[in-house]
């Protein structure tokens, strides 16, 4: 969408939702000759009466008529708004009458003009947007890809051009409540586009701004993965704002919230096992070190994702680089914060260290971090293996018995067993 604020998840753009002014204009299912762009506003002499030929023509049974009736009328919007304001929801009502045409040419052709209307007339379009809004996803759900794409882009249009608080309610009471998914992740889209274009300081002042949490939380937690990215960012960018915030915590219920939260640690944290594992050396070093950072600034907050990155940093303990091998020991040593809080954390909940603190173990030992030449890894999972040691007892040799040798032989070693 134009104007709209690049996401750090580009790769999952949908093509279908790449909207500009020219490709919304300029779809290709239209021929370009037909368009006329390079006419003149003089081509219509009396603007009151091309206005009526092209409202015929829509209601002809030719469709090469309804089809031309469609084109001029977007001419006429740009030559003539005041004409087709005066009329404008007899305008609306017969294009959208078309969107559904069995001929694909002319369903086509309706949508175009519809984003067209939205991209000249703008504000002037918002008592409209529901009614349109309402036929045109639909056609994002069922239809050929063309007719999808060109419905996208017309939706992109609106939500561009009409007044944002409009676009919003539309998107939120149209497009996210549906229950066919293409239809979900289009809003979802849309109105994460929206929301980052105005920016969460300025959606705090907007009408209906007590629903967007609520929305959120539901696309978080979607079905669709795409739709579901778009929750997780929407629930980000909230998050940053205290009235939102509250808002979140009182539409939300405790475990939904903590749910989604932990789905967007561990996508952040997907990348930063990406590059604990690089094959550039300095990329992998900078990223042990910023993670380091990280651990200490988290602590127990990465408790569900700390199997895979204590993965990463095991691996990295016995490089042959200094720097790599220097920047492992120093994430190891900044993990302490987190691996000390097992005996509170299972007093509380002893489901969770089985179930996180444990992995970490076997990671350390599974992954041959141990013997390595830095004697601050042996304390840091030695550290680990007293403490579950303390809190579980025999269970943790009985969870070892199932483990490969080395690994029972590690942990004898560091229990002195």
């Not at 300025?202 to 959120?216: F, M, W, Y």
């Not at 199997?307 to 940093?313: D, S």
Request: with cysteine.
């Amino acid at each position: 969408m134009a104007g709209a604020v690049p996401r750090a998840a580009a790769p999952m753009a949908d093509p279908l939702l790449t909207v500009t002014p020219q490709t919304a204009t300029g779809a290709k299912c239209r021929e370009e000759p037909l368009r006329g762009r390079g006419q003149k506003d003089g081509a219509f002499s009396d603007p009151q009466q091309s206005l009526q030929e092209a409202l015929s023509m829509l209601g002809s049974d030719d469709w090469e008529l309804k089809k031309k009736g469609l084109f001029n009328i977007p001419r006429l919007a740009e030559s003539h708004p005041e004409v087709l304001l005066s009329r404008l929801r007899e305008i609306c009502l017969a294009a959208t009458s078309e969107v559904t045409n069995l001929r694909s040419k002319v369903s086509c052709s309706a949508i175009i003009t519809l984003g067209e209307l939205f991209a000249i007339l703008k504000k002037d379009m918002d008592s409209e947007a529901d009614e349109v809004a309402a036929v045109l996803l639909p056609m994002v759900w069922n239809s050929p890809e063309f007719i999808q794409k060109a419905a996208c882009q017309s939706l992109g249009m609106m939500v561009e051009n009409v007044t944002p608080a409009r676009a919003m309610t539309v998107l939120m009471d149209r497009g996210v409540k549906s229950r066919y998914v293409q239809v979900r992740k289009c809003a979802a889209q849309l109105l994460l586009s929206l929301m980052e274009k105005m920016g969460v300081t300025k959606l705090a002042g907007t009408p209906r701004a007590e629903r967007l949490p609520q929305v959120a939380g539901r696309l978080a937690q979607d079905c669709h993965k795409d739709t579901r990215h778009c929750g997780q960012e929407m629930v980000k960018m909230l998050l940053n704002n205290q009235k939102f915030k509250k808002l979140l915590e009182q539409s939300l219920s405790p475990h939904d919230l903590e749910d989604i939260l932990t789905r967007i640690k561990k996508k952040i944290f997907d990348y930063f096992v990406l590059r604990i594992n690089d094959t550039h050396k300095k990329v992998k070093q900078q990223a042990l070190e910023v993670l380091a950072e990280m651990i200490g600034l988290l602590e127990d907050a990465l408790t569900p994702v700390m199997t895979r990155l204590m993965e990463g940093i095991t691996k990295n303990l016995n490089s042959k680089d200094p720097g790599v091998h220097a920047a492992a020991v120093k994430a190891l040593d900044k993990s302490i914060a987190y691996l000390v809080l097992v005996e509170w954390v299972h007093a509380r909940s002893p489901e969770v260290v089985q179930r996180y603190a444990l992995p970490v173990l076997w990671s350390c030992l599974e992954n041959k971090a141990l013997p390595v030449r830095s004697a601050n890894v042996c304390t840091v999972v030695t550290k680990l293996a007293c403490a579950l040691c303390e809190v579980m007892g025999t269970q943790l040799i009985k969870c070892a018995e199932s483990k490969p040798p080395h690994v029972q032989e590690n942990l004898s070693s560091l229990l002195g067993w």
